[in-house]
């Protein structure tokens, strides 16, 4: 019999896969560049191709000088440089043929997951099948995940994707004396893609989970989460050491402050089971956001059915739901600057799991056995209340009168589902009950999907084909500066420029890189923002006399090329574009959008020595990444400075020199002893902590493997209150 139990769970697990992959073809009916916008363009391809370009050419991606704001990689963090999954998703996305495609099969593999590590997670904590699946399916289907994180914020997804299955790990590790590996490995991949939400969320888990075992007695489930907790904590030193270490000169704020900007109220939350709700949340797009962000579910109102009396009697076993709940629900409400953390509803899909759970949970096992006339007027109060509130902040009548009839006839079917004695048996059947709520469920997001097309952030119109990113700047040579904003342009002006990590696909040697952190000096001299572009007056920057060197910036930074793009907002002709290039340099194309000039001599010398003190003379041995190697050749009787073209990243010593302060603020600078001619200087980089990384990331592999190996091989005593063989078999699922 048990036995069955398990083949019916892998059969429930399987269906809401299905029904899951189902559900995110939906949008492709409507967009086939759904799952294409705004960061998986600027930002996710362009790295997971760099990485696939790196780890063919046999390097692994930790640092680059001649990326500069963006070549910091593991002080970024999200390039996932010890996450084996990132590694690999990167050397399929450099083999690509299709990169909207490629997209596409990847976010819908990732929301396939999140599916069955929601419905693993819901049998867990005893809901029924059917219940599982609709939660499984429905936390797929969520206005948030769907329009932000599957449409753009791929990183987002990921990490949200993996918290349920590992969540589910550690349940079974803890309370069920199960093996760890199925909790450590995604942990460990979540941890390792470096978007730290993912990992504060996590945090919150093992606190919940922590605080469920303490109450209900479990000293050695506690003693093994604490365990979990430090592998876990070790793989977070070595992904966020770095950047944490490397903060000080980034453009991170570590404020509290309150904007406004992406945070959500409680009306919105109020009304999240409305599937046509616009919520007032101010973003990008205005004060009211343009698609249904905060929805969850239109079946919650079957809140209202649950026995909470019984809820409260048994609720120590939903220790953890009630924690990450109401843990996640603060920090969606929170400011929208809380230190590092910016946009706190970036923690709504947690909140949207949670209920969900909640729910799956709460109706299997504490549904009311009558529906009363009292509980019916409480539902037909959130009901009515909740489409009021949802119309007001966005008046429109046929929006409101759609997607309110959809959710009522879907609640009202399953209230008659759930305890109509007249309906037929076969009517009444978990497999009847779950196709119905997720018929309902898929017919509501293809009424969503047609009402709001596309996701709220933008799309650049970027081309599909890799081969298309090859043919811009072909007279680039050396370091090249893209001055101006190219998505003021229109899409016709990807056949002359690219944007932010686009450029990875491209031979030239781009500073405009996107980067989270950016180096704050940097970007504010050359008023580069963080996806790449600049204001049009960076051009004349770059042309500028530095004082302290004698020097022009464009020599300083190792430019020899410099793309300026028409600025829309320029009448008067009066930028750059509209001039002649300086003294050395040479206009080699013009069109209407676009100027490139190009220095008459290239340098070709990112990353080496671009000015000296008077009286001294170095030459360059050898160069890399991060290591340069000078051979000093003259120098006079009192110290020597010598400048990089290099940023200053925490991190850089020198032997044979003094790292010294930055010129500029960013440029790397070192001081040579006088005496020095006929010596060696060698300037290096490490991420700042490395020792402390490697020992962490490493010691945190070891226990994981040994642990498992251990608890797999080693035979152990059967401890009180473990459960028996026959029931861990069923369990396991």
Known sequence: MKPLRTRSDLAWLSATVAVAFLGSLIPLITNNRFYYYDDTQAGAFGIWFEIGTKLSAGEWPLFSDSAWGAGNYAAEGQWGIWNPL??????????SANIVVFSTILKISFLCLLAAGTFLLARSYKARPEWS???????????????????????GLMVFSLLPLTWWGLRRMAFQDRNPFPALAPAYVLITIGYVHGTLMLVIVFLGLLLEAWLNGRRRAALRLLFAGLVCGLIATAVYLPGVLTAPVTARSGGIANSGFLTPDLTGMYTAWVPGSLPQVTGWWGGFATVPLLYVAWFLPVLAVVDYARVRAAGRDMTALWVVGALSLALTLAPSDLGPLRFP?????????????????????????????????????IVLSGLYLAWSQYPSFRVAALFGFLALGGIVGLLVVLYSRRLHARFRSPAVLAGGVLLVSMVIAAGQHVAFKSSPLPDYRMPDSPSSYSSQLPEAQGGTFIVGDPTQLGPGIWNETLASNAW????????NLYTPIMFAKYAEDLCISSHGWTCPAAAGKLFETDPATGKVLADLLSVDTVQILRDPADTQAATPFNGAPPSGWHEARRSADSVVWVRDQPLLNTGHVVWTSEGTDVSVVSESSQEVVLRVDRTGDAPAKAVFSRLAWPGYDADGATVVAPLRGYLLQVEIPAGSAGTTVTVRFAPPGWPAVVGSITLAAGVTVAWSLAELLLPRRRRPGSPQPAREAAAAV
């Open 86 to 95: 990132i590694l690999l998703i990167g050397w399929l996305a450099s083999r």
């Open 133 to 155: 699946a609709i939660a499984g399916v429905a936390v797929t289907l969520t206005g948030f995940t769907v329009y932000i994180d599957a449409a753009s914020w791929v990183t």
């Open 345 to 381: 509803i970036r923690i709504m899909p947690y909140v949207s799991l949670t209920v969900l759970l909640v729910l799956a949970v709460m109706v299997s096992r504490f549904r009311v056995p009558a529906l009363s006339r009292g509980r019916i007027a409480a539902t037909a109060a």
């Open 504 to 511: 990875y696909l491209n031979s030239a040697e781009v500073q």
